[in-house]
């Protein structure tokens, strides 16, 4: 009696291995609040020759933007497309910016 539980436990045991090895984790990111707007950082890296680089995926109000660098030490950010533009009054780059530089 008891190997017959024993057999149905190993067996839920596995299919329940085999069902969460499937699921997807939940995508992490950093969200504040700046200037009215909500700005997440979905995925960052720093640049590991330019320190003051980063390269970033962010959502601005739930919009999600393409990879842009963003250059902390010349406040400008490269877009997709190769074109350099200087952070705007509301740029995630300036968050980006102030919340890594006190990350120190």
């Known amino acids: 009696m008891r190997i017959k539980y024993l057999s149905a436990f190993i067996i839920y045991f596995f299919v ?19 200037q009215e707007h909500q700005i997440c950082i979905i995925d960052i890296k720093r640049s590991a020759k330019n320190y003051w680089e980063y390269r970033a995926v962010v959502s601005v109000d739930g919009v999600k933007r393409p990879l842009e660098v963003y250059n902390c030490r010349d406040q400008n950010k490269v877009e997709e497309d190769g074109n350099i533009m200087p952070f705007d009054d509301v740029d995630p780059g300036k968050l980006i910016c102030r919340y890594f530089q006190k990350q120190k």
Do not use: G, I, K, Q
């Not at 329940?16 to 700046?34: G, P």
């Open 16 to 34: 329940s291995v085999l069902f969460l090895s499937f699921v997807s984790s939940a995508e992490a990111s950093v969200c504040r609040n700046y």
